[in-house]
């Protein structure tokens, strides 16, 4: 540990202050913006790794590269630093004889975390490690602040979120995290693309939220002096869409529900939504089974992935379960127990869960689901087959309409994704939208609100279609073995920090 990095905070920013002002004052540009880079040091370390020493003294090329100094060694006339740019590391060795007395000056008075700009050629050391022979040192951006202490990074969680911008610099993990996760998108956005699916958007703020069960944020619009909700879902307008024509879209955007915070939730969360005209909720499992074993074996490079210590298989034909077999054959249940409204009552009450007096059987249901059968979804399961009163926007069953063609699939003990073939009469739509108001009007804030024009455009004939939401944030989770959801998001939200300025 050097001298730095075991004082006080405090103090190693007054001292960089101070280092700050005599620069400044001496004439020395702290923020230029005149260094041109011309490569990246991940694209020199893959072309140049394997290259020995007398292989390089003949290569006589000079490169330009420019990044933040994650360390250093000084041997007075001559330093070893290691920059780091978003690609990779690598070792720079500075020598003032090279650089000449006044630039080396300049240099020994850089920091850890200053981002520097560096011309010259390569070379191996004497341990054979690719270093950078500095030509010229130019400072690109002053640090004022210390980065963590380099041999045990950045390890307290919570300023790891706050400070994502520190957490990038210092983990390589959390680099790593992102990384898969934009390629994740990428990588779905091609596989809908390919299976013929038009990317679309729609509304992020909407006069009247829906497609999802949950409590929206509320927001008002000045101009037009009205509210205005931050959407739940995009499903009511995607499927306005089908009504208009399209018969594939997919939209991938951000939703907002003003719900609690866990390893599994965050208010603003990544989905993935999309509606296929004259396809069902079975079509849906086939293309999802597909869907998630391509992008396992694209980001992983196979179709069984390790989550929290658990092997997953992400191949193959998953298992189906309707989501009463689901109570008896996984929660342990009889249909005595789950069917009679006031013995699911007494058994939520015994598992130690509260139940409203007038909760309908399916909701009670739902919560003996949660409780009983979800963490035990291990690998994965589609559950299909949910009760009516818990889905209303989806299609009744033909042959039972007390259910409808709904699944659910769970991985890793947590919902991944809910589909169904769609509700598309308009006069089903209309009663259950009736429903919803009433249970919002006794009291339940995530119930649906009524929404006048949704049911005219089915008046106009939607096709018969399936719809799919996939959340991607949970994805991204399981395909990085990520404990939390905060892991994967890079700006999680927070409550509000104490002692800000410090």
Known sequence: MNDEQSQPLSQLQKQRLEKFTQLKNAGVALYPNDFQKDADIGEIRSAHDDWDEDKLVGLKLVFAVAGRIMSQRSF??????????????IQIFVQRDAIGSEQYALFKKMDIGDIVGVVGGLFRTKTGELT??????????????????????????????????????????????????????????????????????????????GGATAK??????????????????????????????????????????????????????TMLEFYWAYATYEDLMDLTEKMFASLARAVTGGERVSYQGTEINLGGAWRRLTFYESLESIGGLKPEQYCDPDAARKLMFKLGDNVQVNEKIGKIQAKLF?????????????????????????????????????FELFIAGREMANAFSELNDPMDQRVRFEEQVKEKEAGDEEAHFMDEDYIRALEYAMPPAAGEGVGIDRLVMLLTDSPSIREVILFPLLRPEVNLAL
Do not use: C, W
């Open 76 to 89: 007075g006339k001559v330093a070893f630093l290691h920059i780091q740019d978003a690609t990779d590391q």
């Open 216 to 269: 929206p944020f509320i927001t008002h619009h000045k101009a037009l002096d009205m509210r205005l909700y931050m959407r739940i879902a995009p499903e009511l307008y995607l499927k306005r869409l089908l009504v208009g024509g399209f018969e594939k879209v997919y939209e991938i955007n951000r939703n907002f529900r003003n719900e609690g915070i866990s390893t599994q939730h965050n208010p603003e969360f």
């Open 370 to 406: 949660d409780l009983l059968v979800e963490p035990k979804l291990i690998q994965p399961h589609f559950i299909y087959h949910y009760p009516t009163d818990i889905s209303p926007l989806s299609r009744r069953n033909d042959q039972n309409p007390d259910v409808t063609d709904r």
């Open 132 to 209: 950078v022979k500095a030509n010229t040192v130019h400072l690109v951006s002053k640090s004022l602040r210390p980065l963590p202490e380099k041999y045990h990074g950045l390890k307290d969680v919570e300023i790891r979120y706050r400070q994502r911008y520190v957490d990038l610099m210092v983990n390589p993990r959390t680099r790593e995290i992102f990384q898969r996760r934009t390629k994740m998108i990428r990588l779905l956005r091609n596989f809908l693309d390919e299976h013929g699916f038009m990317e679309v958007e729609t509304p992020m703020m909407q006069p009247i939220p």
